[in-house]
């Protein structure tokens, strides 16, 4: 499922040198597999017409609980670098979800528990892949990232589309909740093969030149807090500020889409077991798509096309979509998938290479710090905020009036989505990052 073959890495990836590369690729294919997975579960799991748990409520909650996540990143950062802290956060996500396996099996699982596996699923991924992404960017160079970023996330996305498709059969021989367990081991096995490209690497002397530069900044850091190093960071490194904004609009659309998605799913299919074999497919066709891109087209576009052209171009699109489904006025759930599945190709694919592009020119500090401070704030306050504000808006409202409240952001925010990439634009183009 999750094999990479000399055909989906270029060759400068393959050789001997650059061994750390694709085990941290074969760990992130891995891990996106067992995302697809955790996920199709949980929202099966949260969907379900048996629970008291709130959707909206989840996902307002998802911010502060990724907030704990990031100070637990930063503190093992602190204390035992990069490596110690890939490892040390993976394998202690893979025991909790074993752990809630275990729950589930002994029918102790309530509200509580559904809300938990959910918060972490939606969590952790985050955690884990732009960790596996800033080990990437951090070995090789902005040459050699336009040739292999997109295969790397093309593995990625086939891995996870192959997941997705075997849910529906998995569940034929288990319960929802047996595959938390499954998701435990598989992270168990990215967590392997994570801290076995970070020791091909140190052999090498591939990270001693970032390991120096650490240690000679650590002691004017250590006194400072998490907070002030964050400000100190943003402020010497200006196109973080640009990013965060442009990545804060995208999630905050992504949200908006999401729960018209959701909502619709509950509506559409009530059983729990129909609800994750659609997820499962849903996120397959996703994955596949997204991968077909990475292999065939966007190797070709990352290479000939101007970065700021390419961050315009995506809110573009979904801007376009947006008012043609808002003139449609179709709200059925394949509509709403349609929509949310533009959005995450597009993610997945052609924005993901395009933000991993953007950290390979930066420091270390940049790519580890301050690509987790985005993750949290812009991706988590977005979609806490967005949710909260969705469920005050819709609630006590009619169907067809909330479809029209969903049309109507989604538009509003495309357009504001749309301004900060043409900003970010600008800065690439003119090529302010570290000044």
């Known amino acids: 499922m999750c094999a990479i073959t000399a055909k989906q890495i270029p060759r400068d990836a393959m050789v001997n040198e650059n061994k750390h590369v694709v085990y941290m690729a074969l760990s992130m294919s891995i891990l996106s597999a067992t995302y697809e997975i955790l996920r199709s579960a949980s929202t099966a799991l949260v969907t379900s017409s048996g629970e008291s748990t709130n959707v909206s409520l989840l996902m307002s909650l ?84 336009k040739t292999i970023f997109a295969p790397i996330g093309g593995v990625c996305s086939i891995s ?136 065939t087209a966007l190797p070709s576009l990352m290479s000939n096309v101007d970065q700021h052209n390419v961050w315009v171009t995506i809110p573009t699109i979904m801007l376009f979509l947006g008012s043609l489904s808002s003139i449609v006025g179709n709200t059925s759930l394949f509509m709403a998938s349609v929509s949310f599945g533009s959005l995450k190709i597009m993610e997945y694919s052609v924005r993901g290479v395009a933000t991993e592009l953007v950290y390979v020119s930066l420091d270390d500090e940049s790519r580890y710090s301050g690509k987790q401070i985005i993750t949290t704030f812009g991706v988590k306050i977005a979609k806490s905020l967005t949710s909260f504000l969705l469920s005050r808006i819709t609630s006590g409202r009619d169907p067809d009036t909330n479809a029209k409240i969903f049309s109507s952001l989604t538009l509003f925010t495309s357009c504001l989505w749309l301004y900060f990439a043409i900003l970010l634009a600008k800065k690439l183009k003119t090529g302010i990052s570290m000044r």
Request: glycine share 8%; with cysteine; aromatic share 14%.
């Open 62 to 145: 998802s911010t502060p609980f990724s907030i704990v996540l990031l100070l637990w990143f930063n503190y093992e950062m602190r204390s035992g670098g990069a490596r110690y802290t890939l490892w040390r956060t993976t394998n202690t996500i893979a025991f909790f979800f074993v752990i809630m396996n275990a729950i589930f099996a002994a029918e102790m699982a309530g509200p509580f528990s559904v809300g938990m596996v959910y918060l972490m699923q939606e969590s952790c991924y985050h955690l884990i892949v732009t960790q596996q992404w800033s080990f990437i960017s951090s070995v090789v160079t902005p040459s050699q990232g």
């Open 160 to 295: 996870g589309a192959i997941a997705g498709y075997m849910v529906k059969s998995l569940l034929s021989y288990m319960d929802i909740s047996n595959l938390f367990g499954i998701g435990g081991l598989f992270l168990f096995i990215t967590a392997s093969y994570g801290d076995h490209a970070y020791a091909i690497a140190e052999k090498n002397g591939t990270r001693m030149k970032a390991s120096k530069v650490k240690k000679e900044d650590e002691k004017s850091k250590k006194s400072k807090s998490f907070w002030a190093r964050s400000r100190d960071l943003f402020r010497r490194v200006p196109i973080l500020h640009a990013l965060a904004c442009e990545i804060l609009s995208c999630q905050t659309l992504a949200t908006i889409l999401n729960v018209s998605y959701i909502t619709k799913l509950k509506d559409s299919l009530p059983h729990g077991v129909d609800r994750a074999s659609w997820t499962g497919r849903f996120y397959g066709i996703v994955n596949g798509i997204s991968g077909t891109l990475q292999f």
